[in-house]
C-alpha cells in the first residue's frame, strides 16, 4: 500500500514539474514575441469555410494579393511605411480580391484591415518565431470561418506560389538588422548541450583454453 502512494505521489510530483516547465517555455516565447514584434509584419488570410472549393479560393486570394504588394510597394520600405501603404491600398486590395472570386462563381465579401492577431510558434527555414500576438495584415473572406494561412510580410517571407514560405537570405540579413542581437539568436536553433558522440559497441573476445572450459589441467 504504502509503494503505491509513494509511486503515485511521485507521478504527481512529475507530471507537476513537467507543467510547471511548459508554462515557463510559453511564457518565455510570449515574451519574446512581445519584444520583437513592433518591428514584424504578418500576413493572415482567412478562408469562408473549410470546403476544398473555398480553401483552394483562399490559396488563389492570397497568391494575387501578394503578387500585387510585392510588385507595387515602395521598394526597401520598412515596417510603417509598408502598414501606410496597405491601408492606402486597401480599397485596391479588396477590390482585386474580389473580382478574383467574382471569375470563380463565388461572391463572399472581401475585409483587409491592419490588426493584431494571436499566431502558433511557425519555423521559417534556420528562424522559428514564436507564438504570440503580432501586428498582421488580415484579409478576411466571407464570414472568415474557415483555416487561415499565414506568413510574415515584413521582413518579406511570403513567396506568392508557395504553400510553405521559407527564409530568403535577405529577408534573413534584414532581420538580423532589426532586432538586437540577443533577440535574434533567440529565434535560431539552439547548439547541442552535449557533442554528438557515436557509440561504439565495445569489441569483446572471449578465448577459452579447453583446459578451463572443462577444468582439468593440461
Keep these: 500500500m504504502k509503494y503505491k502512494i509513494s509511486l503515485s505521489l511521485s507521478a504527481l510530483c512529475f507530471f507537476m514539474a513537467f507543467l510547471l516547465l511548459l508554462s515557463c517555455r510559453m511564457a518565455a516565447g510570449e515574451q ?15 478562408a469562408e469555410d473549410n470546403s476544398p472549393r473555398n480553401q483552394e479560393l483562399k490559396l488563389e486570394v492570397k497568391s494575387l494579393l501578394l503578387s500585387y504588394i510585392q510588385e507595387h510597394s515602395p521598394k526597401n520600405a520598412g515596417k510603417e511605411e ?6 492606402e491600398e486597401k480599397e485596391v486590395l ?6 478574383l472570386l467574382l471569375s470563380k462563381g463565388a461572391s463572399p465579401a472581401v475585409s483587409l484591415q491592419l490588426a493584431h492577431d494571436h ?45 510553405q514560405p521559407s527564409m ?5 540579413a534584414t532581420l538580423d538588422s532589426l532586432l538586437p542581437d540577443p533577440q535574434y539568436k533567440a529565434l535560431l ?20 583454453r579447453l583446459s578451463q572450459l572443462f577444468n582439468f589441467d593440461a
Design 32 to 46: 519574446l514575441a512581445a519584444s520583437i514584434s513592433p518591428k514584424i509584419l504578418r500576413f493572415h488570410v482567412l
Design 119 to 163: 499566431f502558433p510558434t511557425k519555423t521559417y527555414g534556420s528562424v522559428t518565431f514564436p507564438g504570440g500576438t503580432y501586428d498582421a495584415l488580415r484579409i478576411v473572406i466571407g464570414n472568415g470561418n474557415g483555416k487561415n494561412w499565414w506568413c510574415v510580410l515584413y521582413p518579406s517571407l511570403c513567396a506568392p506560389d508557395a504553400v
Design 94 to 99: 479588396e477590390q482585386l480580391a474580389s473580382e
Design 189 to 208: 536553433p539552439r547548439p547541442a548541450l552535449l557533442p554528438d558522440i557515436k557509440y561504439k559497441k565495445p569489441e569483446i573476445r572471449v578465448r577459452l
Design 168 to 172: 530568403p537570405e535577405a529577408s534573413q
Design 82 to 87: 509598408l502598414s501606410h501603404w496597405l491601408l
